[in-house]
């Protein structure tokens, strides 16, 4: 069973300041996902922590919030059949050197925190990270 799904995607700061943007959307729209909504966002500190709550306690979270706050970053609401599962394999895994080749992470991430891109990671996050960034947005269609 396939069901269309939206996810969040976010091409993060460091990859757009790598101008990484087109060959990033460029790959997006190659997978076969639709772009329901885009745009470009400079986040502040705390809505960077907001946004990665869940991770509050960790280690790398002053670090995660100041690198996501540190210059602009794409979001994207990336509509397809299973597209939170299928821009996750996009991605690769959260480590550069771990990601497969061939996917976004090991081709454009630099460390386990500037890995290029973000993806939701389940039904209920995508629903929430979506609210986060296009609450009251229509979506095109
Ligand atoms: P994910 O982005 O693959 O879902 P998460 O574990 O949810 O990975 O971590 C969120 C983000 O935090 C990662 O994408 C990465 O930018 C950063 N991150 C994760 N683990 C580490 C770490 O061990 N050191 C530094 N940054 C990390
Ligand atoms: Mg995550």
Do not use: C, Q
Request: no cysteine; glycine share 8%; proline share 4%.
């Amino acid at each position: 069973m396939t069901s269309v799904e939206r996810t969040l995607a976010i091409i993060k700061p460091d990859a757009v300041e790598h101008r990484l943007v087109g060959s990033i959307v460029r790959r997006i729209e190659a997978e076969g996902f639709r772009i329901a909504a885009m745009r470009l966002v400079r986040l502040t500190r705390g809505e960077a922590a907001a946004f990665y709550d869940v991770h509050r306690d960790k280690p790398f979270f002053d670090s995660l919030t100041s690198f996501m706050s540190s210059g602009p970053a794409v979001v994207l609401a990336l509509e397809a059949s299973d597209a939170i599962v299928r821009w996750r394999r996009v991605m690769g895994a959260t480590n550069p050197g771990e990601a497969e080749r061939g996917t976004l992470r090991h081709e454009f991430g630099t460390s386990i925190e500037h890995n290029a891109t973000h993806g939701s990671d389940a039904p209920e996050t995508a629903a929430a990270e979506l609210a986060f960034f296009f609450r009251g947005v229509e979506f095109a269609r």
